[in-house]
């Protein structure tokens, strides 16, 4: 174990804010009834019923820079990366209410982080829906100090395969900024709408689509330099990669990537936030130990409570904890 990995603080990049301002700015717009009612068919009723005081409960957390920081210190946690609740993305938006939306994200996350700028960066917006103005808000995002930016698994109409997207790739991976991929929803709609499927079965599986379509389109031959970070382990794809090479081995109609899709997996980042020590195990092995990174999903109640605790049940070797623990996060965001 080397003494740069034992030393390095402990850092969760996977942890959320609310931005009341946002919401404050798309209330009664058309489009959001809409996009409410299908997230209502999506999630269910007894989802729904259940979400509201879940979250009701956790905004002290989600907004109170002094209220997260005493909530870090009990995990042992000492800096956290902090992305916007996936509810603020509000991808059915027209340009310029899009354009407001994700400068407000921006800004009031920069503002939020700026309460303890040692321990809090910030990952912002982008209108994933409108393509064009993509590089435009990146560059507002970086320009209020933040990291990088939180995109979801899809855009309608959209996959991250959608050329649409090539300027986006170019900038951030120019700028080396980080790109936090984190579905908010499923299309697979009303299949999910029980036993908050919605999110335990459709959260893996968006991020294994997102992340098919990154690698099987090239996206990831043509910029080898991005820094994305899939959340939630990247779903199911890493511990099934197994299939998708095979389907590269054997069919050319699956040859959009240059070499077998399990190659790529390296030149992603993940969150340990799987919640099973096997799953995490596996993650390691085919992922490799220095592209995983520590995650809770702060302090959502399909996080973890003691992201530590969930990493030492993997049993990894002392150099491999650190590493998750927060060395590979450290040099990740040059904090080292």
Same mark, same amino acid.
């Given at each position: 174990m080397t003494a740069t990995a034992s030393s390095a603080p402990t850092i969760d990049?996977?942890?959320?804010?609310?931005?009341?301002?946002?919401?404050?700015t798309v209330a009664g717009r058309p489009g959001l009834a809409e996009a409410r009612a299908l997230d209502a068919r999506r999630s269910g009723p007894a989802a729904l019923t259940v979400n509201g005081p879940m979250v009701?409960?956790?905004?002290?957390?989600?907004?109170?820079?002094?209220?997260?920081?005493?909530?870090?210190?009990?995990?042992?946690?000492?800096?956290?990366?902090?992305?916007p609740s996936p509810s603020h993305y509000h991808y059915w938006a027209e340009p310029q209410l899009a354009a407001t939306v994700c400068r407000l994200a921006n800004e009031?996350?920069?503002?939020?982080?700026?309460?303890? %700028? @040692?321990?809090?960066?910030?990952?912002?917006?982008?209108?994933?829906?409108?393509?064009? &103005?993509?590089?435009?808000? /990146?560059? *507002?995002?970086?320009?209020?100090?933040?990291?990088?930016?939180e995109i979801s698994s899809h855009a309608p109409g959209r996959e991250l395969s959608d050329p649409a997207y090539e300027p986006l790739w170019s900038r951030a991976e120019e700028t080396g900024a980080l790109l936090f991929l984190h579905p908010f929803g499923c299309t697979l709609d009303e299949r999910l709408d029980q036993w908050y499927l919605s999110n335990t079965v459709g959260q893996p599986t968006?991020?294994?689509?997102?992340?098919?379509?990154?690698?099987?389109?090239?996206?990831l031959d043509h910029h080898p330099g991005l820094k994305v970070i899939a959340a939630h382990g990247g779903g199911y794809l890493p511990t099934h990669i197994?299939?998708?090479?095979?389907?590269?081995?054997?069919? %050319? @109609?699956?040859?959009?990537?240059?070499?077998?899709?399990?190659?790529?997996?390296?030149? &992603?980042?993940?969150?340990? /936030?799987? *919640?099973?020590p096997y799953v995490l195990r596996e993650?390691?092995?085919?992922?490799?130990?220095?592209?995983?990174?520590?995650?809770?999903?702060?302090?959502?109640?399909?996080?973890?409570?003691?992201?530590?605790?969930?990493?030492?049940?993997?049993?990894?070797?002392?150099?491999?904890?650190?590493?998750?623990?927060?060395a590979n996060a450290a040099a990740l965001l040059n904090l080292v």
């Amino acid at each position: 174990m080397t003494a740069t990995a034992s030393s390095a603080p402990t850092i969760d990049v996977h942890a959320h804010l609310l931005l009341p301002e946002v919401e404050e700015t798309v209330a009664g717009r058309p489009g959001l009834a809409e996009a409410r009612a299908l997230d209502a068919r999506r999630s269910g009723p007894a989802a729904l019923t259940v979400n509201g005081p879940m979250v009701g409960a956790r905004v002290p957390k989600l907004t109170d820079a002094a209220v997260r920081l005493a909530a870090m210190d009990a995990q042992g946690v000492d800096i956290q990366l902090v992305s916007p609740s996936p509810s603020h993305y509000h991808y059915w938006a027209e340009p310029q209410l899009a354009a407001t939306v994700c400068r407000l994200a921006n800004e009031g996350t920069a503002a939020h982080c700026a309460k303890a %700028p @040692d321990r809090l960066h910030g990952l912002g917006l982008i209108p994933l829906q409108h393509p064009d &103005l993509a590089v435009e808000l /990146l560059d *507002h995002a970086l320009e209020q100090g933040l990291r990088g930016v939180e995109i979801s698994s899809h855009a309608p109409g959209r996959e991250l395969s959608d050329p649409a997207y090539e300027p986006l790739w170019s900038r951030a991976e120019e700028t080396g900024a980080l790109l936090f991929l984190h579905p908010f929803g499923c299309t697979l709609d009303e299949r999910l709408d029980q036993w908050y499927l919605s999110n335990t079965v459709g959260q893996p599986t968006e991020n294994a689509v997102a992340l098919s379509h990154l690698i099987f389109s090239g996206v990831l031959d043509h910029h080898p330099g991005l820094k994305v970070i899939a959340a939630h382990g990247g779903g199911y794809l890493p511990t099934h990669i197994g299939r998708s090479d095979h389907a590269w081995r054997a069919r %050319p @109609d699956t040859h959009g990537c240059a070499r077998e899709p399990s190659s790529y997996l390296r030149q &992603l980042y993940y969150d340990s /936030l799987v *919640h099973d020590p096997y799953v995490l195990r596996e993650l390691v092995r085919t992922a490799g130990a220095d592209r995983v990174l520590l995650g809770s999903d702060f302090p959502f109640d399909m996080g973890t409570d003691d992201p530590l605790a969930a990493l030492r049940a993997a049993d990894l070797t002392n150099h491999d904890f650190h590493s998750l623990r927060g060395a590979n996060a450290a040099a990740l965001l040059n904090l080292v």
